[in-house]
């Protein structure tokens, strides 16, 4: 049952984000969407997502999205209704069609007999800790095996922060 009720909150914090005029209540409403989608992660055991969700999701990017709207006009100009909604309309459906075309040949949800479960999780589980010499499997994986991607993601961060630093800093006239 919760997670019904943490589905309609996700869905009706997205649209009445789509739709509210206000950038500031927009920016608000998407940092809740970021905390219940931290919640939803820890539901299905994934902390480590939940934590940078809450963190990247709704600490980091909140504070950036509210800076750029005091630098910027707080509400949003009404422009004139398009006529063209087709294209935009087709590629959406494309797009959702490809998705759920690639997602049949995935193993059903909790499978036993994944291949992640067959082959990549006992392999983590046996050997992690005298291959990287870390006692906690989660930080053995991220940290060893994964070190390259974290850096990755680390890097991808840092550059769209400072990118954000240097679109809002005060032009000197």
Same mark, same amino acid.
């Given at each position: ?19 509210? !005029? ?10 809740? @969407? ?25 600490g980091i990017t909140t504070v950036l999205l509210i800076a750029a709207i005091s630098r910027t006009a707080r509400g949003e100009e ?35 007999? /994944?291949? *992640?479960?067959?082959?990549? *999780?006992?392999? @983590? ?17 991220? /940290?060893? @095996?994964?070190? @390259? ?10 550059? /769209? ?10 032009? !000197?006239?």
């Open positions: 049952m919760i997670d019904l009720v943490m589905l309609f909150l996700l869905v009706v914090c997205a649209l009445v984000a789509i739709h509210i !005029k206000d950038l500031l209540g927009s920016a608000v409403l998407l940092s809740a @969407y970021s905390l219940i989608m931290a919640v939803v992660w820890t539901r299905l055991n994934a902390v480590d997502v939940a934590f940078t969700e809450a963190s990247v999701g709704a009404l422009m004139p209704r398009a006529r063209h909604v087709l294209p935009g309309f087709v590629i959406i459906v494309v797009t959702a069609a490809v998705l759920i075309w690639g997602t049949l040949d995935m193993p059903d949800f909790a499978d036993p007999n /994944a291949p *992640a479960n067959l082959h990549v *999780a006992p392999r @983590y589980i046996e050997h992690s800790a005298e291959e990287t010499g870390v006692i906690n499997m989660v930080t053995a994986v991220l /940290a060893s @095996y994964r070190g @390259y991607d974290t850096l990755g993601e680390t890097t991808v961060i840092f550059t /769209a922060g400072l990118g954000v630093i240097l679109l809002l800093r005060g032009r !000197k006239r």
